[in-house]
């Protein structure tokens, strides 16, 4: 992972799922994130469940936090369904905060 790319997930992780109470990228809803060369970033996600109400809120959220990036112009956030997210792909933090077993 180079820096920029750390910088991005480290600003994603400011992005709180409000149904959980835990930040996306812990909850293992962040796929990819990718800058071309002139500075437009997509974010491949998924969401924890389709049809979710708050889909609106977090890819405003994402944009937000990418914002503050300076090598970051433009923000697309690509919601994705395959592969479904299940709760093997958070990490042991967010599984701990939520009482999951391990």
């Known amino acids: 992972m180079d820096e920029l790319e750390e910088n991005i997930m480290g600003a994603l992780e400011n992005v709180i799922?409000?149904?959980l109470g835990i930040d996306i990228v812990n909850l293992?809803?962040?796929?990819?994130?990718?800058?071309d060369e002139n500075g437009d970033a997509t974010?491949?996600?998924t969401l924890t469940a389709m049809g979710c109400p708050l889909a609106g809120h977090i890819e405003q959220d994402v944009k937000r936090v990418l914002a503050d990036i300076p090598e970051v112009n433009?923000?697309?956030?690509?919601i994705v369904w395959n592969p479904?997210?299940?709760?093997d792909k958070m990490s042991r933090y967010a599984k701990i905060a939520l009482g999951i077993p391990d």
């Open 84 to 87: 479904p997210w299940t709760k």
């Open 28 to 35: 293992g809803l962040v796929y990819g994130a990718d800058v």
């Open 74 to 78: 433009e923000v697309n956030v690509n």
């Open 17 to 19: 799922d409000p149904e």
């Open 43 to 45: 974010v491949t996600m």
